[in-house]
């Protein structure tokens, strides 16, 4: 008889979560799950896959009004909420049932309830009450928007609200600066609604190379966005007229939705992990080591949960490095350095390696940087202003390179290819052998030329 129930208990079937009980049943392992909400997590229920969407839909808004140039009369072009809310919420359920089948298919047991630690081998599900030990025990359990708690907070809406509106806001406020207020932003005005983004700094995307952040303002503004920096909101009121929303420079917002998009926390709040001995921070996270192991020797954790680089691809990464290090004798640590990642505004911005702040700071002026700024030839004939961006900088004599960031149509897709050559350690060399593809906006990196 095993002593325990299971080989491996998942606690959350995200990304991470569902990757590490898939490859770990795969090898023959007892693997166990338990799900709270959906299968699929942050990622597919409420985050990047319906945020994509959405992103979609609101270019598609967009592509009508440039089809104009390009000889096209549209008439009568209208948008339905309804139609898009609900057709994103139709492909959600398909993949959410497609993560559990998965599972089922690879023999990983799935548990629709809440688990919480009894101790370091033991876990609760809190519906049923069933008691259910483990050798080792995973938690993936994610992240969850966060919001200061001021007064009126509860008119507000948080991402997990925002893709299952019953209507679309005639106005919205988006309260924030980063990833998700910015991405929000841009399908709120792409959608049609009257959109202002309040952030308490001077510039979008905190962290990121100040060239894009500028450019980033831009797009926001040219999307139709009206932008309120250095302000902070200190209350919101109901009125009939709608929301009011007052902020710390004394002046007021009057509008229909207030999305607070101010941050997400690991959601290990009531997990009892304490219970288990694990060690978290200040933010909740669990502390773990570069192998993923917690404090407790038999609980390793992944994710969002964990507040490395919150990236769905990182949390599978982190998943596939700790089943070579837990099942397979082959520790393996997830490097965490060079991630390329995006982030979906209308232009996307696509980002890997250092910003020009970092490369200074870790290489003095030991450092190259080469950028330009054009209009593409789509949005000549689409009459729109909007210029797309390039960074590449390099270190030392040998022109490493090390961060390459872009603003413009398919940044995204592009830096993923990008974002082998930063791994690979290429130079900027490796890039002027390389010939264009002409013409696209991507072949301007094999081009560049060095900032003056
Ligand atoms: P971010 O950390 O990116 O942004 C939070 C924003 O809220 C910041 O602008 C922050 O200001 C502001 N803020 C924080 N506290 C307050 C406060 N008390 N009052 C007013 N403003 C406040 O978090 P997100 O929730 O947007 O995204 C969470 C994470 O999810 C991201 O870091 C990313 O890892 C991931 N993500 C990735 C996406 C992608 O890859 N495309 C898309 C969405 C999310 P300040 O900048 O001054 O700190």
Known sequence: ???????????????????????????????????????????????CVPKK????????????????????????????????????????????GVYSNILDKNGADLFRERAEFVDKHTVRLTTSGREIT????????GGRPWAPNLKGAEYAITSDDAFTLETLPERALIIGGGYIASEFAGIFAGLGVETIQAYRGPSLLKGFDDDVRAQVDVIQKNNGIELKFNVSPTEIKKTTGG??????????????????????????????LEKAGVKTDKSGAVIVDEYSQ???????????????????????REGIAFVETRFKDNPTAYDHSDIASAVFTRPPVGVVGLSE?????????????????????KNV????????????????KKERVIGIHL???????????????????LTKADFDRTCAVHPTLAEEIVTLTART
Request: with cysteine.
């Open 407 to 425: 603003v413009g149509d398919d940044s995204a897709e592009i830096i993923q290819a990008l974002g082998i050559c930063v791994k690979a350690g």
């Open 53 to 96: 969407f959405l992103v979609y839909g609101a270019d598609y808004g967009a592509a009508i009004k440039d089809a104009k140039g390009f000889g096209w009369n549209v008439k009568d072009a209208t948008f339905s909420w309804p139609v898009l809310r609900d057709a994103v919420q139709a492909e959600v359920t398909r993949l959410s």
């Open 294 to 316: 917690s404090s407790v020797k038999n609980i390793y954790a992944v994710g969002d949960v964990t507040n490395r680089v919150n990236l769905t691809p990182v949390a599978i």
């Open 357 to 377: 702040t970092q490369a200074r700071e870790a290489y003095g002026d030991n450092i190259t940087v080469y950028a330009t700024s054009f209009k593409p030839m």
């Open 134 to 141: 483990a050798e080792t025990i995973l938690v993936a359990v």
């Open 243 to 272: 929301l009011i929303v007052s902020f710390d420079d004394g002046s007021k917002i009057g509008t229909d939705l207030v999305f607070m998009a101010t941050g997400r926390n690991p959601h290990t709040a009531g997990l009892g």
């Open 381 to 396: 004939l689409a009459g729109k202003d909007q210029k797309c961006f390039m960074k590449l900088i390099t270190e030392g």
């Open 1 to 47: 008889m095993p002593q325990y129930d299971y080989d491996l208990f998942v606690i959350g079937a995200g990304s991470g979560g569902v990757r590490s009980a898939r490859v770990a049943a795969q090898l023959g392992k007892r693997v166990g799950v338990a799900e709270e909400s959906r299968p699929g997590g942050t990622c597919v229920v409420r985050g």
